[in-house]
């Protein structure tokens, strides 16, 4: 991410949420059933975890990742 942001930037830290993925996502996968069953049901595991995100806990960390940079640039206490 640094090497993308001028000179004149700060990185205050970065948050990641996991996002939702798409049918086509869904469909993609099937490709790799019938060759590599281990991989295709890691890969399903990771689509279907991925369909209720973001959560309220997604939000929450956002929230709280946001704070935490106000804070250290001293818009909040």
Known sequence: I?????SDNRYMGAYFC?????PEIRQSYD???GDKAATWEKMMQEY???????DN???LR???FVDEV????????
């Open 31 to 33: 490709r790799f059933r």
């Open 2 to 6: 640094l090497a993308f942001l001028p």
């Open 48 to 54: 279907e975890a991925s369909s209720t995100h973001p």
């Open 62 to 64: 956002a929230n709280i």
């Open 70 to 77: 106000f804070h250290r640039i001293g818009i909040r206490k």
């Open 18 to 22: 996991r996002g939702k993925m798409s």
């Open 57 to 59: 806990q997604d939000l």
